[in-house]
């Protein structure tokens, strides 16, 4: 039996099929018909779950493979489930995109909180501990539970050295700085150096920072206090303990204690 076919059918057939054939290769719809974009899902009630690995460091692509073999593609998107605490590279729970050299936490979690002194003091060297102002018995509350980075930034500038010889004295004057925080002590030292000669040089302050990491719990109090115990001053004007041989301590700076959530 013959059989005949419309020439003008089968041509519009064929333009259909490929023009439906891309449309349907070039947008993926979900929930809708009319996809506005190459894939677009529609939900009232429902979530996109990302695949859920477990990151070691953040320059590692592993455990995460290409499909067709070689490095990630670059923008492949992950849900870490893991944490690490190696002090580099460290990863935690959350969103990861592979940037082609790392991967790039897209919703880290963030708190900083920085305490800084209020008005200079001048110290002694007969006093012991004197008490840096605005940094003492002061309270941190953790927002979340994890590591935080505590920066301490200190301040110290040394008094008048005695007029002891003809030339030109150049001295030292030194201390210790204490920072206390939930009954545990750390100590550092600075030292600040003065002049005397044609002209008395003072106040020549040094600054220095130094961190700790600690493990805090979330929504918990921490009380700290920064202290400074200068040193015996001989050679200083009034061995350091008065007028203008006594130290400086943040004068044109001031001290800070800043907090700042890792991980």
């Known amino acids: 039996m013959k059989t005949t076919i419309n020439l003008t059918t089968y041509v519009f057939g064929i333009i259909f099929y490929f023009l439906f054939f891309s449309i349907v290769c070039a947008q993926v719809g979900i929930g809708t018909t009319s996809p506005n974009g190459i894939l ?100 941190f509350t953790a927002k979340y539970t994890g590591i935080y980075k505590i920066e301490i930034s200190v301040n110290f500038g040394g008094g008048h050295v005695q007029n002891l010889t003809s030339g030109t004295d150049v001295l030292a004057q030194k201390g210790n700085f204490k920072f206390t925080f939930d009954g545990t002590d750390t100590i550092f030292p600075l030292s600040a ?9 003072y106040l020549i302050w040094e600054q220095a920072s130094i961190v700790i990491y600690e493990t805090l719990l979330a929504g918990s ?39 700042i959530y890792l991980d």
């Open 40 to 139: 677009d899902l529609n939900s009232s009630i429902y979530g996109l779950v990302l695949p859920r690995v477990e990151l070691t460091k953040s320059n590692i692509q592993a455990p995460v493979l290409n499909p067709d073999g070689g490095s990630l593609a670059i923008g492949t998107v992950v849900y870490n489930i893991n944490s690490t605490f190696s002090g580099s590279d460290d990863v935690t729970r959350g969103i990861y995109i592979w940037d082609g050299l790392d991967w790039i936490n897209e919703f880290p979690l963030k708190h900083a909180t920085i305490f800084k002194q209020t008005s200079y003091i001048r110290t002694k060297s007969n006093e012991g501990y004197k008490n840096v102002t605005g940094l003492v018995s002061q309270s």
């Open 221 to 259: 109090i921490y009380n700290f206090t920064l202290s400074f115990d200068q040193f015996d001053s001989p050679k200083f004007v009034s061995n350091g303990n008065g007028g203008n041989g006594r130290g400086y301590i943040g004068f044109d700076i001031p001290c800070s204690v800043e907090f």
């Open 193 to 201: 150096w003065s002049v005397y000669g044609a002209t008395q040089y």
